[in-house]
């Protein structure tokens, strides 16, 4: 569901730039531009579509340790520019505004692809935005088209209530709320990139110990409360993962190999996982990013972000 609430908000902060524009335009007797301003539109969703394409022959590109590393990159970088997307809105109070300052550089600077080029950066910057936002959410939880097409379609019924029909909506309350849950979502990508850069073995498993029993013929785990289990020698790397957890509340698996409800595969903790980056079996390091993310993410929107707001 974290798509839905991600697509919605992007695909409205797109319709609300073209929008803002479009009615500028309008307003200034600048009709003339306004194909310009579609051409920049289409060209960015075209160029959006062929980058998606481009990103998952690269991403598929990568296999073992190489694909972890490469996706956990991923998710931090996610991570990264949802946060700064997270704070941009919050700071800019008056978007409309600054928009139509840009519209009007462009118009007078006489450059012919001005009004083009505008509506080409800020789309194609949506488009991107979406592309690593829900290649992120497919690693850690996988993508359900239905609600990602939902998102979009309500983004642009948002976004033509607001322009075409003159509907009032509340901007400023639901960017703050999405942002909180954002928040959680943000950290959640941050937290999950680490654990692919430990599967990576790029970040050594912290916590626990590992050693061979007394006749070296396995090995013995042990976990930070006391927890033991024995794996056979060629499974250091499996012991090493299993030793770091702090925790395991994830139920057994159902008779039939399915999930339980609530382990974070399951319908409810991988509803909980894709909202608040719940995780049934963290690592110490895991654990630490997340409560560090968390504090981290809301003083950054706090003090940063929702300044003089």
Do not use: C
């Amino acid at each position: 569901m974290a798509e839905l609430i991600i697509i919605f908000r992007e695909v409205l902060e797109a319709s609300l730039i073209i929008g803002i524009l479009y009615t500028y335009l309008k307003k200034s007797n600048n009709e003339d531009s306004i194909g310009m301003l579609m051409g920049g539109v289409g060209a960015a969703i075209l160029v959006s579509i062929i980058a998606s394409f481009l990103f998952q022959m690269i991403a598929g590109g990568f296999e073992g340790s190489a694909s972890k590393i490469f996706e956990g990159i991923v998710m931090i970088i996610a991570s990264i520019v949802l946060t700064t997307m997270i704070i941009w809105m919050a700071q800019n109070k008056n978007i409309s505004q600054e928009l139509e300052n840009q519209a009007k550089e462009s118009l007078s600077s006489g450059l012919k692809y001005g009004i083009f080029i505008l509506a080409f950066v800020a789309v194609f910057r949506e488009g991107v935005e979406i592309i690593l936002f829900l290649y992120a959410i497919g690693i850690k939880d996988g993508i359900s088209i239905i609600p990602s097409i939902i998102g979009a379609m309500l983004g642009l019924f948002a976004g033509y209530a607001i322009f075409i029909q003159g509907v009032k909506v509340p901007l400023k309350k639901f960017f703050n709320v999405t942002s909180v849950f954002l928040i959680f979502v943000a950290a959640g990508m941050l937290t999950y990139g680490v654990h692919e850069l430990e599967s990576g073995g790029v970040i050594p498993y912290f916590s626990g110990h590992v050693e061979l029993n007394n006749d070296e013929s396995q090995y013995e785990a042990t976990r930070l409360n006391g927890h033991s289990k024995i794996f056979d020698l060629d499974e250091e790397k499996k012991a090493k993962k299993w030793a770091s957890r702090v925790w395991d509340i994830n139920p057994s698996k159902n008779n039939d190999g399915s999930y339980p409800a609530l382990h974070d595969k399951g319908s409810i903790g991988g509803l909980l996982k894709g909202f608040f980056g719940y995780n049934g079996d963290p690592s110490l390091i895991e654990l630490i990013t997340w409560i560090l993310s968390m504090i981290g993410l809301n003083y950054l929107y706090q003090k940063i972000g929702r300044k003089d707001i």
